[in-house]
């Protein structure tokens, strides 16, 4: 694919969607750190069902530090691998208050080094929170950056560095949402819907689906 026909891909869907965001909700950084921890294979609505219940509770490091390992649970039992999503932010929230005054850090390095965050959901935590211009490649970037041509890659790694160098300037902030949203509600896993996409004609995939 062309650097022509990348920039006409997104100018599209920056028009579609001006100010994209992440569907998970939250007012802090630590409230989204937290729920990107918790979104780990499982979907945001489920996570957000959950930290509504959760958050007017307890939203800060000490507090659910306060509500322990078992108490967490209760909240985010509907949410899978809960156990060990709640261990690992019991670890962070401590870590979080012995060595960054339970404030969410704005290094990958830092981030990365908290338990439960790896380097997809330090992306999303420097990009959505801090505004840095990272790309977090999930399942849905991942296959919409092979299927369509845009920044095809055997790894995530690899489609990651590949975006990070292919995406124009102007559109590495928002580019994360756009893919997201694209491969969850358009270029779908099983049954993509060419004929409601608005990149069809740009989109280099050969087996489009029209029906």
């Known amino acids: ?35 990107v921890m918790l979104s780990a294979q499982a979907t945001d609505i489920s996570v957000n069902a959950a930290t509504r219940q959760l958050y007017p ?3 800060t490091p ?13 909240y985010i039992q509907r949410i899978g691998l809960y156990k060990t999503k709640a261990k690992h932010v019991i670890q962070t929230c401590r870590l979080l208050l012995e060595h960054h005054d339970g404030e969410v850090p704005q290094t990958r390095e830092e981030l990365e080094a908290l338990p439960g965050v790896g380097r997809k959901t330090a992306n999303v935590i420097l990009n959505t929170a801090f505004g840095q211009p990272t790309i977090a490649v999930d399942t849905h970037i991942f296959r919409v950056s092979n299927r369509i041509g845009l920044a095809p890659g055997k790894t995530v790694l690899e489609v990651e560095n590949k975006l990070i160098k292919v995406v124009p300037e102007e559109f590495k902030h ?15 896993a099983r049954k993509p819907k060419c004929g409601a996409c608005i990149i069809e004609n740009l989109c280099e995939y050969r087996d489009k689906k029209f029906d």
């Open 1 to 35: 694919m062309n650097a022509a026909k990348r920039r006409d891909i997104f100018l599209r869907l920056q028009a579609a969607n001006p100010h994209p965001t992440t569907e998970l909700e939250y007012r802090t950084p630590f409230e989204l750190l937290v729920a």
């Open 174 to 188: 928002d580019a994360h949402h756009w893919l997201i949203l694209h491969g969850r509600y358009v270029c779908q």
């Open 62 to 74: 000490l507090s659910i530090l306060d509500l322990g390992e078992e108490g967490l649970r209760e």
């Open 57 to 59: 509770v307890a939203n």
